[in-house]
DNA sequence: AAGAATTACGAAAACGTTTCCGTAATCCTA
DNA sequence: TAGGATTACGGAAACGTTTTCGTAATTCTT
């Protein structure tokens, strides 16, 4: 069970410490001969070199701290699969910490990791007070944010257009000739939701059709949320022909109050969502929504980390990538 | 950005870094007075302990590595979810991977996470291949596997019990009056998948129906496969009234196919899933299926492998969790 | 009040690496 | 072949902790 070290390896070999470490790290200053003999040594005594003895003197870890509200969520737990994934590949280790959705555990988890010495912590927030919460912590150590729009913030970010994702929702939805379409949001008061708010008024307005609006009491999109909303909505008169909805999670709560009230999706309503989680691909759901594109998402946020990393003064950048249509059954060309 | 370290605390506070090492961690040997100073000095001068060099000389890192086939999948991140969160709680952090499905990968993290230094690995194995595979190295470092059945195998792990979850299926179904069942299963070499057909099989033998069998051709179990599968079925003659899947995402590719045979579920077929991932509770779906209770396995194998590190020489000990039945809508009483 | 026990602290080693500096031995150059 | 440059290696410090051991100073015994 105890490893062998490196200092195993240089009595063996009955050369220094430094001879090995040499050997191992590909330097140059060594003899090809002795390198040689030193790497068959390491291969045939099993020797595993100690990432936490290379950090102590290297002072970095190659760890990344993430913070995530919860992985249940299918549309963090992409984001995080991609992350690790190019992390690793960068040569980074993930250190992956639930906040839970609660704000103070979200700070506590950054001490944490602070502690833990990793290069920088990647956030999937809980919500724009996040930033607030952790004003003075990010400070300490490489941040960035991912998923929400932090503005003109101090801060560096990677999210996605959402102005943008709406007007295209919108517009796609008056291109099936829907000109009575109701927006689903929900009460939160994100910077995300807002301007995807705003991209459904801009869109409505330069279209020239009416915008119009329902809130969530909610302040989380679930769809719960959205089911209620909804069943409310059916129960009284409803005269618009599309519904787009703030995220996909309220969607999916739509179409069960819309099942319910006998209403077909997408024969009498269209709907769509905004995210493209995965649940929207499975067939029984088959949600036309915007998609994040959480690939691209999750190699920006690793490379800008990164970049950080490299320039802990340099001025502070953000990316904003584009989201995209992804076509399904939820939504059609209205009929006449 | 550069720490304030213990030293820096020795040096202000005028004592030996001993001294404030036992102030920290609470130990007796120190006056009451001269605690306190020490610590309202760490705290102004905003002292984090460095969890790497504390490594070091205490030979653990109270890191825990998780490696799993894909975050992606739902029952993965729930599992996921869970054992981060209660081994936070038991002093422990998390080193996530992704093995992407990949034998290969899945080894060479495993060797990453060893040189990472961590207590422990957790492992939700791709398949039971995964054991051979990494049999030379589980010696290495306390490891615990999850989700899959290993037998009489010489590890600890945690696993539902497939055939009773089988078996209460069936008995289900068989009690809403179907006797004519179908079983979905995919031609995997997972211990698993056959120990859910045994308890099918098991189940049709005492309530004295005939079991019948319908295997995909894939090996993993994906709703593309239920569906080809399904469709294929629907396309020939269908005499049953109910089909009992081997996993969740089967289920939902016959919900597909279903619906393009216009065979409503649960009118005309009843159907059932196991796992009870997230998706089957989302109101289209609603799909009745068998819980794996993935709290307690979550918690389960944490205990489990934090008693295999405290006593790395004891013997291998498995933990078998009860499935139980979620009633949702896809499943109905047979009328006649 | 003298010896023993206890308390409160300092000195220093240890954990497993990397790297800086020094230095023999070999090489090249004129 | 003498001199400097280069090569190949060893010694030792450093990273930030914890812990063992030692020892003054204090307290408790009778």
């Not at 769509?272 to 998402?297: E, H, R, V, W, Y």
């Amino acid at each position: 069970m105890s490893m062998v070290t490196l200092k195993d390896i240089a009595k063996v070999a009955g050369v220094s410490y430094a001879t090995v470490s040499r050997a191992l790290s590909g330097s140059s200053e060594i003899g090809e001969d002795t390198r040689k003999r030193i790497l068959k040594l390491c291969e045939e005594m099993g020797y595993t070199p100690n990432a936490v003895a290379r950090s102590m003197v290297m002072k970095r870890t190659n760890i990344l701290g993430l913070i995530v509200a919860s992985l249940d969520n299918p549309f963090m737990s992409e984001l995080t699969t991609n992350i690790e994934i190019y992390a690793r590949r960068c040569g980074y280790n993930l250190m992956v910490c639930n906040s839970s959705y609660d704000v103070d555990l979200e700070k506590e988890v950054f001490t944490l990791l602070v502690g833990r010495q990793v290069d920088g912590i990647i956030l999937l927030p809980i919500s724009s007070e996040s930033y607030e919460s952790l004003k003075s912590l990010t400070a300490q150590v490489p941040t960035v944010f991912i998923s929400e729009n932090l503005q003109d913030l101090p801060e560096d970010y990677v999210a996605v257009d959402n102005r943008q994702g709406m007007r295209i929702a919108t517009e796609y939805l008056y291109s099936l000739g829907h000109r009575k379409i109701l927006y689903f949001g929900c009460r939160s008061h994100s910077v995300t939701h807002r301007l995807r708010l705003d991209g459904y008024r801009q869109a409505c307005e330069s279209l020239g059709i009416e915008a119009d609006v329902l809130y969530s009491p909610f302040s989380r999109s679930s769809h719960e949320a959205g089911y209620q909303l909804a069943d409310e909505y059916f129960s009284g008169e409803h005269a618009h022909t599309a519904m787009l909805c703030a995220t996909d999670s309220l969607a999916i709560g739509v179409m069960r109050a819309a099942f319910e009230h006998n209403i077909s999706i997408p024969d009498q309503l269209s709907l769509m969502g905004f995210d493209n989680i995965s649940f929207a691909a499975l067939p029984p759901i088959n949600l036309t929504s915007i998609d994040q594109p959480k690939q691209q998402m999750a190699t920006a946020a690793v490379d800008l980390l990164l970049d950080r990393i490299a320039k802990p003064e340099a001025g502070h950048t953000s990316v904003i990538v584009p989201p995209s249509l992804v076509e399904r059954r939820s939504a059609k060309q209205l009929s006449e």
